[in-house]
């Protein structure tokens, strides 16, 4: 179990490896923290990878996310560990259960496999992304990192995730929990547009529903937050979280149509209302984000 558990380290130019490094976060936090003069190699096992990361003007180097003797020779030398894996379905299979099996495996085995070989290499932080969607639902109320946890669907793996960076790895351990990615070259957003444009909602939950949401881009500066604030757990995600209906409404008038017809409300994770407070990362390190994701992000989009 980790020792050093809210206690600050200042991390200055650093060595960096990151499990998920040619993802849509993993690229962006790449350029943010190479920026910033840190020496930086991402993790991959594809020549595609390898020509992505050289685009970056980054190291590549080759392990197996799931062996932790490859992971630790790959971490060796390394001060920070930053795991961003992922496996998102396409919008058209996310409702399928079988389709998460993946990104589940990666939350569960890869993580383990990540925390133990960063210890073994004695690495002195570990960075860990997690979801927002893994609180109860809140209602009106806002949500900080200490609000009530409520499993099931995609959130189970990501708190098995959690606790393996936090219990396996020694030093100190970050956890992000970010909000819905949004983006331009996010598929869920895209599916989001397409849906909205035939006149459609995808909201899972009631009109009334909070939904934490995060812009692509500050999530990637909020990873490079992440190497300097107290180790523990943030949240990540839209300083004024809104409203499924304030979403709607925002997608309608970006694509022109008066407004979207709602789904039948789910009783998954992302129906629940999430007013997520991120608090603890602005006041730690100064983190804010530079969109409001969920209503500004969409004219970006279709325009």
């Known amino acids: 179990m980790s020792r050093s558990r809210g206690v600050r ?44 990361l050289a685009s970056l003007g980054v190291d590549a180097v080759d392990a197996d996310v799931f ?11 390394a001060e920070v560990v930053i795991n961003l894996l992922t496996h998102i379905p396409s919008a058209d299979r996310m409702a399928d259960p079988s389709a998460w099996a993946e990104n589940d495996r990666l939350r569960t085995k890869a993580s383990a496999a990540i925390a133990r070989a960063a210890q073994a290499a004695r690495a002195r932080r570990l960075v860990q992304e997690s979801i927002a969607f893994v609180y109860a639902d809140g209602g ?16 189970t793996s990501a708190l098995t995730a959690e606790d393996h960076a936090r219990e396996m790895f020694d030093g100190d351990t970050v956890v992000l929990r970010f909000g819905l990615f949004l983006g331009p070259d996010s598929g869920s957003t895209l599916a989001t547009v397409e849906a909205a444009r035939r006149g459609t909602s995808i909201a899972a939950g009631p009109p009334g529903a909070y939904r934490p949401t995060l812009w692509l881009e500050d999530a990637a500066s909020a990873v490079a937050t992440a190497l300097s604030v107290p180790a523990g757990t943030y949240n990540v995600a839209d300083a004024d979280p809104p409203t499924n209906a304030e979403i709607d409404a925002a997608l309608a008038a970006a694509v022109g149509v008066t407004a979207l017809r709602p789904r039948t409300p789910g009783d998954g994770p992302m129906s629940r209302s999430q007013r997520v407070s991120s608090r603890r990362l602005r006041e730690a390190g100064g983190w804010a984000p530079r969109l409001r994701a969920g209503t500004e992000i969409w004219g970006r989009i279709t325009t």
């Open 9 to 52: 380290r200042q991390i200055g130019m650093s060595r960096i490896v990151i499990t998920g490094s040619t993802g849509v976060i993993g690229r962006r936090a790449i350029r943010e923290l190479h920026a910033t003069g840190h020496h930086v190699r991402g993790v991959t096992r594809s020549a595609p990878g390898r020509e992505r």
């Open 67 to 77: 062996d932790e003797a490859s992971l630790s020779r790959a971490f060796d030398g």
């Open 140 to 155: 009106d109320a806002w949500l900080d990192e200490d609000a009530p946890l409520a499993g099931g669907g995609v959130t």
